[in-house]
């Protein structure tokens, strides 16, 4: 359970490093108080609709259970992950409830077109002091959509980060077994909007000019499995250089499978947050992603020359060829240190504080009401 809700976790581990106390409060199957290392766990009841496991991110909320949860906290401020419309439900409920400051962060999603909902997502979110959102691109589509208040302080930051850490090159081959020079992975699922066959095709090039190159490809699904192995069986130097790894059962494992990487392929036409490329450049893997918002933001703005257009196989090609084998270790570097200062969870904490200190230095929160339940009023 605390391996499928890492970002949680993480983010509330980062906060408390700055605030007294930050308490994780998170829908499972049954209630229950917890400590995880620093910080305070609350269970709330939250009933998936099917599937059991695998179902509980679509889940029914016992909403006296949430309730129950979030007053025990007595909290000064809450932060919501995600917009999607059950968020949205939540924002509202608290709104109504606590005049304490309430937050959310962007995790995919679009700004509803149901006329009955768009009046309860427009107060909901004008409630907000602080939105998160990992592209300025992102932000733009709710802004123009009316749903954003003008007195809303948006700030830009990822979606989500990881624990992952950089390792040396060597000793992580020789568990995972990983050869190539260089070494290339992919992890993205085998479906249309992840454009595999456009870094099927780069990285086919890139075997013109590194024929000893070899790429791992991690996937959850594969609605374009067939197709795929349909095009490496064509080709000799596919078939002996590409790997279908499929799903890596274990989260903690990726580590060690980015780990094993010079490069990280990526070839979307469209992602809402770019997870598994935070996670390969947390491990030092050179990206070589699409110049979609998402990415552009994560890669600072393509500040290591990086980027492609999409559908570009070309272009993806030459970024690998093009970068001479000594320069390897520098690049790792380099991007381990961009991790630090732009990616980490420490840097989702503080952005989020930062923000919300300045929205109440100029609003005035009401420090005898924060966190406490509104009364009416007489």
């Not at 059962?249 to 490069?263: H, V």
């Not at 992603?289 to 272009?315: C, K, M, W």
Request: hydrophobic share 40%; aromatic share 10%.
């Amino acid at each position: 359970m605390l391996s499928r809700y890492y970002h949680p976790r993480e983010l509330a581990a980062a906060l408390s490093r700055y605030i007294d106390e930050a308490v994780w409060i998170q829908g499972y199957r049954e209630e229950g108080d917890y400590h995880v290392d620093s910080i305070q766990l609350k269970l709330f009841k939250a009933i998936p609709f099917s599937g059991g496991e695998q179902a509980i991110m679509a889940q029914h909320v016992d909403d006296d259970s949430l309730t129950d949860a979030i007053d025990s906290t007595k909290p000064d401020h809450v932060h919501i992950l995600g917009l999607l419309p059950m968020n949205i439900l939540r924002i509202s409920e608290l709104a109504a409830k606590y005049t304490t400051s309430i937050s959310a962060s962007f995790h995919g999603g679009h700004p509803s077109n149901d006329p009955s909902f768009f009046s309860l997502q427009a107060q909901a979110l004008k409630r907000l002091s602080v939105l998160l959102f990992n592209a300025p691109e992102r932000a733009k589509v709710w802004q123009e959509a009316g749903l954003i208040s003008s007195s809303t302080k948006v700030a830009i930051c990822p979606e989500t980060s990881t624990f992952f850490k950089l390792k040396d090159r060597g000793q992580v081959r020789s568990h995972t077994g990983m050869i190539g020079d260089p070494v290339c992975v992919a992890s993205a699922r085998l479906h249309p909007i992840k454009d595999p066959f456009t870094l099927l095709k780069g990285f086919e090039l890139i075997l013109k000019t590194k024929p000893d190159a070899h790429l791992y490809w991690a996937y959850q699904t594969d609605e374009l499995l067939l197709q795929m192995k349909a095009m490496i069986s064509t080709s000799t130097q596919l078939l002996n250089a590409v790997h279908l790894r499929g799903a890596i059962d274990k989260y903690e494992d990726m580590e060690d499978f980015f780990n094993s990487a010079d490069f990280f392929l990526q070839a979307s036409l469209e992602e809402y947050g770019g997870n598994s490329l935070v996670e390969a450049m947390a491990c030092g893997a050179l990206p070589v992603v699409t110049n979609i918002p998402s990415f552009r933001y994560l890669t600072g703005d393509n500040q290591f020359n990086s980027l492609f257009n999409t559908g570009d196989a070309e272009g993806l090609a030459r970024i690998v060829t093009d970068l001479p084998r000594n320069e390897y270790p520098n690049y790792m570097k380099g991007i381990r240190d961009h991790f630090d200062v732009r990616l980490s969870f420490d840097t989702i904490a503080r952005t989020l504080l930062n923000n919300l200190n300045r929205f109440q230095s100029m609003s005035g929160s009401p420090d005898n009401t924060a966190g406490k339940p509104k009364t009416d009023s007489a």
